[in-house]
């Protein structure tokens, strides 16, 4: 009965497993067939098109070094929507957290000037978190409160953060001149670029370094990446964020406060979407200007999704996304294919992960025959 038993627990771990690891995988192939299809049938060749695309997204260092550009703010975001996720809050506002965080580390970084870059550039990603918690904290009192919607909320005060940012670069901010834009930042505020950290010569050794404009703020998503883990996995405080997201009703029973662990899983997911508007705008473009993100908290949203919410796997599906993002224009001159394509790619993953019942049909279908070798 008990090797019965061994069986049956084996046949539902490894359903379990497959669910989590084949689900992402399945939506992106399958999103890359139809994707191919739809060129095809618009008169385009697909082969080409995502050798081009490979191309501009892995084909060089530099091409390398440009999808490590893009990820890096879509790991930080995804990982904030990911904790969110995990307590079943759906933080679509982290966009505008996103640009509070990089509004706090502009204003700070510009105040900062003349201190050493080792006191700087923690205090502006400090900064930059606290300012994504900050904007993230009264939506998240209204959903513990009184129940008001966080997709409603977050969304209201992603508008706000959006013309907030728009009003300083063209008023307080603004640095002299016609665009609208705030003063370069002191260079002990920019996150170096990794190639600056290796002289000529070592790059002259090894061109396979020359990463193009790719940054350190990389680094800062990686680690953020592993603490978050650590934090859900071994914490009382990531414990407590995935009690409330599986049952808050059993939470709240266990002796966990539902509305405390909701504000608090809200605040971290804006002080990690802050982060990302912080590396952007301390390692890519050294100063704040209107729309300076391009939508990396919504795609963020994608991210989240296609990793299942699990930091780790947080990394692939926004390389995934970066590379994309990075190997469009590629795709584009060498392959004639317009950038658009890549958007419907880009949506029918996030359709089919969203459509996990579809996918997961067969799956469920062989779960059922797991009981029948109980004997």
């Not at 990820?71 to 990911?82: E, H, K, M, N, R």
């Not at 029973?253 to 802050?274: D, E, F, H, N, P």
Request: hydrophobic share 55%; net charge positive.
């Amino acid at each position: 009965m008990n090797t019965s038993k061994a069986k049956s627990s084996e046949g539902l771990d490894w359903i379990a497993i497959t669910q989590k690891i084949g689900t992402p995988v399945a939506s992106v192939i399958l999103a890359i067939l139809i994707g191919s299809f739809i060129m095809w049938v618009s008169g385009y060749n697909p082969v080409a098109a995502f050798s081009a695309l490979y191309q501009g997204s892995f084909g060089s260092p530099k091409a390398f070094g440009d999808t490590l550009l893009r990820s890096t703010p879509l790991i930080l975001a995804g990982l904030g929507l990911a904790y969110g996720f995990k307590a079943n809050l759906f933080n679509i506002g982290a966009e505008g957290q996103l640009f509070m965080g990089g509004l706090a580390a502009a204003a700070l970084g510009l105040a900062l000037a003349g201190q050493p870059w080792y006191l700087a550039i923690p205090l502006l990603l400090i900064a930059a978190m606290l300012a994504g918690a900050a904007w993230a904290f009264i939506p998240a009192i209204l959903k513990a409160r009184i129940g008001a919607h966080e997709v409603i909320t977050t969304m209201m005060f992603t508008y706000i953060a959006r013309y907030v940012v728009s009003w300083l670069v063209v008023g307080p901010l603004k640095d002299p001149g016609q665009i609208p834009q705030t003063r370069l930042l002191p260079v002990e505020s920019q996150l170096p670029r990794i190639q600056s950290l290796f002289s000529d010569a070592t790059l002259q050794a090894m061109p396979f370094l020359k990463f193009g404009r790719a940054h350190m703020g990389i680094l800062v998503a990686l680690i953020a990446a592993v603490v978050l883990w650590l934090v859900l996995k071994y914490t009382t405080l990531g414990y407590e964020n995935r009690a409330v997201g599986f049952n808050p009703f059993a939470a709240e029973t266990g002796g966990i406060s539902v509305q405390w662990t909701t504000v608090k899983s809200l605040c971290i997911s804006g002080a990690l979407a802050g982060l990302a508007g912080a590396v952007e705008v301390m390692g890519v473009h050294h100063r704040l200007f209107d729309q300076f993100s391009s939508g990396f908290g919504f795609t963020g949203i994608a991210v989240a999704l296609l990793a299942k919410n699990h930091p780790l796997a947080v990394i692939p599906a926004a390389l995934l996304f970066g590379a994309m993002s990075a190997g469009a224009g590629t795709m584009q001159l060498v392959a004639d294919v317009p950038q658009k394509i890549i958007l419907i790619v880009q949506a029918l993953v996030i359709f089919f992960v969203a459509a996990e019942g579809i996918i997961t049909y067969f799956l469920k279908q062989r779960q059922k025959e797991v009981p029948s070798h109980v004997g």
